[in-house]
Each structure stands twice: as structure tokens, then as C-alpha cells.
């Protein structure tokens, strides 16, 4: 009868691919949550661009921008108190909020991409 004893690197390529199915795994699941994060934030982006401009356009700051290119020698000899009235005219939380969203939704896409990316190193 033969001698059957598994080849010496056998045992290394087994616990290997092991590694690499928790790696998978973990990697699917992080996937999925950034999905998810991506697709909550699309959406509250676009809601909170709409809202952000209508709040421009009910304070006036689109008015108070154009002054500058229509008047700019009178804009140029007052421009603290011009620039403190187009500062002031700003909604500043709703712009903070967009801002935050938008970060929120870069961050999750860069993620989503990532893991994507090394699922698919992995998976070859």
C-alpha cells in the first residue's frame, strides 16, 4: 500500500485561504455599510442643496454677490463692511449641514471604493 501523506505546503495554502475568507467577509461587510451610508447620504445631499438655496435666494446673498461685479469701486473702498454683510447673509448652519453631508457622502464613496477595490484583489 501506498504511503499517503499530504504534500508539506499544504497546511500553509490552507490556512492562508482561510485568512482570506475572514478577510472577504469582514471586507463584504464594511461594503455593505458603506452602500448603505452612501445611499442615505445622496439623497439628504440633494434634500439639503435645495434647501440651502432657497435660503440663498431669501437672504438676498446672490443680490448682495452681484453687487461686486456692478459697483466694484464702491464695493472695493467698503470692502470689511461688504464683506461682513455677505458673511452675515450666509445661512451658516444650513451651509454647515450640507457641508457635513457632502463630506459624509465623499467619505463613504472613497470607502465604498476602497473595499471594492481590494474584494476584488482578493477574490482572484
Known sequence: MQDLTPPPELFGRIISQIHTEQRLQILKKRLAFYVVAFTVSLPALLFLLKDLSMQINRTGFFQML???????????????????????????????FTGIVLLSLLFSLAKLLSCGWEIKQLEK
Do not use: C, G, H, K
Open 66 to 96: 452681484q453687487l461686486a461685479y456692478t459697483d466694484f469701486r464702491v464695493v472695493s473702498a467698503n470692502f470689511s463692511d461688504y464683506f461682513l454683510s455677505l458673511v452675515e447673509s450666509l445661512p451658516s448652519i444650513s451651509a454647515a
